[in-house]
Every structure is written in structure tokens, then in C-alpha cells.
């Protein structure tokens, strides 16, 4: 089930309405920040998959 145009644009309208600037601002940012937050989760798992066996090796010498 996917919204047409017209309902997304009146969603984002009525959205804009009840939060005023800093909602309809929120609702465009929010997809970086989702990017953003993503990209960030991989590269810690990434950090932590290659330092994390050297650590465990420190703690067993």
C-alpha cells in the first residue's frame, strides 16, 4: 500500500500545520539522519570486527 502524491503532499502539509517549521524540517532531515545513523552502526561493526581480536589476544598474553 503506497500513498499517492496528492495524499503524501496533504500528509506532509497537515504534518507541517500541527509541528510548524521545525516538524516539516524534521520530516527532511530525518531520511539523512536514518542514512547517516546507518552508515555509522556499519562502520562500528566493521571497527569492532577488526580491532576486537586484537584485544582479546592482548588480554590472553
Request: glycine share 6%.
Amino acid at each position: 500500500m503506497s500513498l499517492q502524491s496528492d495524499d503524501r503532499e496533504q500528509v506532509l502539509l497537515t504534518f507541517h500545520h500541527s509541528f510548524g517549521i521545525a516538524g516539516f524540517i524534521l520530516i527532511n532531515v530525518s531520511k539523512k539522519i536514518q542514512s547517516l545513523f546507518l552508515w555509522g552502526v556499519v562502520t562500528a561493526g566493521y571497527i569492532l570486527l577488526l580491532v576486537l581480536p586484537f584485544v582479546v589476544l592482548a588480554s590472553l598474553l
